[in-house]
């Protein structure tokens, strides 16, 4: 089932399937600011929970019993419940149930909030721990944007911006596991778009003091600004298509496996470890500049 929320500037809607963002009209213009799901990519703003990535061979053990993973967990594959409905604001929580012990043996419960504040959407992710062990669990954004946003603009149209110069770290990730880092650029505060930066698939960045990334149209200052401030890795993305049409701004707080990961989940980097009865709480701010 899907819900809407709405301010003076935006309108979102977002389905209980995954709690994900499926819809984000600009009133004013009427224009699709979220990727559409189209064949390029079939998502629009997945969750990932309870890790981020892959995890090597896909499977990974707790107390020596193996359990199959896919890429990025399940949450963004589960129904979620809607808890709260206001004008402006709208919640959901996902509880672990005997179909999620079967995939990850540990209770959570995964809470979501979405909050429009003028053209600004937070997202709000809380995990608790009602369980009698420790929670481990890894945590990522993955928000789609359309781009180009308009019919009189290409793919060299559009820039990635820092709001400061960086000289970020890239995570090497070949076949999607981590395995060494690379000086991505020096004192830089833009990546410039093309229908070839993503060939060899996703760049993850880290060792970043930026507070913001931003998409921009360099002609017209029209822009997507994503905070990442707080976020350990940001991660940039767009499917293999002849020409861009979406990109993603993947702030995360944690990571794929490693090529040598020893598949134990007590190894596997995580976003946060709760003690029984703590949670743990993050934010994604998205501006809409148009």
């Not at 019919?151 to 596991?177: C, I, K, M, N």
């Not at 861009?244 to 995580?270: M, T």
Request: aromatic share 10%; glycine share 8%.
């Amino acid at each position: 089932m899907q819900y809407t929320i709405e301010n003076e500037i935006l309108s979102l809607t977002v389905d209980t399937h995954g709690a994900e963002m499926v819809s984000l009209i600009h009133k004013a213009t009427g224009a699709q600011l979220l990727w559409n799901a189209g064949e390029a990519w079939n998502r629009h703003a997945p969750i990932l929970f309870p890790y981020t990535g892959k995890v090597l061979e896909g499977k990974f053990a707790v107390d020596g019993v193996e359990y199959a993973g896919g890429q990025h967990g399940f949450a963004r594959d589960m129904e979620h419940e809607m808890t709260a409905l206001e004008k402006d604001a709208v919640e959901f929580a996902l509880c672990s149930s005997p179909a999620t012990l079967e995939k990850f043996p540990f209770p959570f419960v995964l809470r979501t909030r979405y909050t429009l504040n003028g053209a600004t959407v937070r997202h709000t992710v809380k995990v608790e721990n009602p369980g009698e062990g420790t929670l481990r669990f890894g945590l990522g954004f993955h928000p789609g944007f359309i781009c180009p946003f308009d019919a009189d603009h290409d793919t060299q149209d559009y820039e990635f911006r820092f709001d400061v110069p960086q000289s970020p770290l890239v995570q090497e990730t070949p076949g999607g596991f981590c395995d060494g880092v690379h000086r991505m650029m020096e004192n830089s505060a833009v990546i410039p778009l093309t229908d070839q930066l993503f060939a060899d698939d996703s760049i993850c960045m880290t060792e970043l003091s930026a507070q913001s990334l931003s998409l921009v149209e360099k002609d017209t200052g029209r822009r997507v600004e994503v905070k990442i401030q707080g976020f350990p890795y940001v991660l940039i993305w767009s499917a293999p298509t002849k020409k861009i049409q979406f990109v993603c701004i993947e702030p995360w707080h944690s990571l794929p496996d490693r090529v040598d990961a020893s598949g134990r989940w007590e190894d596997k980097p995580c976003a946060a470890a709760l003690a029984p009865g703590e949670s743990w709480q993050t934010n994604l701010d998205m501006t809409f500049v148009r």
